[in-house]
């Protein structure tokens, strides 16, 4: 895997680690699968859009 380097706000850094909390997981595993669901999200939006213009 790929090290990424990411700048976030203090507060969503906050809002992210109680998040990690109470799921017993790391923050980097968390935000790992939100961007992860947020890519597939937006390739599924990308693939519709593509349809629609057909």
Do not use: H, W
Request: proline share 2%; net charge negative; hydrophobic share 50%.
């Amino acid at each position: 895997m790929k090290k990424i380097t990411l700048l976030l706000e203090p507060s969503l850094v906050l809002f992210y680690t109680r998040v990690a909390d109470r799921a017993g997981i790391s923050l980097e595993q968390v935000l790992s699968d939100a961007l992860f669901k947020l890519a597939g999200e937006l390739s599924l939006e990308a693939l519709q859009q593509i349809n629609c213009e057909k």
